[in-house]
């Protein structure tokens, strides 16, 4: 939950202060990490402020460096970091694009312990 709530918010971040259109771009993680301090009570609101690790502002950047800090109650409880690379979604789209073949898939398998 913090990690999804965490990475949308960076996206929010990327598209409303750093210069880029809404689907312009696609972040590429390369570091995440996550502490949590406290318990986290799921179905009770949590705020979130996202800002750069660095003091460092810049116009449309290629590289992201963010950290997300949850509050809950009023109190800390936890932070989120996030360092990757901004790529442009046609190049994103290329660059994921792979065709898996049918044998490739997940199965189930049975395992018996007895």
């Given amino acids: 939950m913090l990690i999804e709530m965490a990475r949308q918010a ?4 990327v598209y409303s202060c750093s210069g880029y259109d809404r689907g312009d771009v696609s ?3 390369n570091n995440l990490g996550l502490s ?7 179905s009770y609101e949590l705020e979130l402020l996202v800002c750069h690790r660095e003091s460092e502002y810049r116009n449309k ?6 950290i997300a800090r949850f ?4 109190q800390f ?20 694009n792979l065709s898996f ?8 398998v049975n395992l018996s312990c007895a």
């Fill in 10 to 13: 960076m996206y929010h971040y």
């Fill in 71 to 74: 509050y809950q109650r009023g």
């Fill in 101 to 108: 073949p049918p044998t490739h898939w997940f199965k189930l």
């Fill in 77 to 96: 409880v936890g932070s989120l970091t996030l360092a990757g690379s901004v790529i442009n979604t046609r190049l994103f789209k290329r660059l994921r």
């Fill in 27 to 29: 972040i590429s993680m």
């Fill in 36 to 42: 949590c301090q406290q318990y986290v009570i799921s």
């Fill in 61 to 66: 950047p290629k590289t992201v460096d963010k």
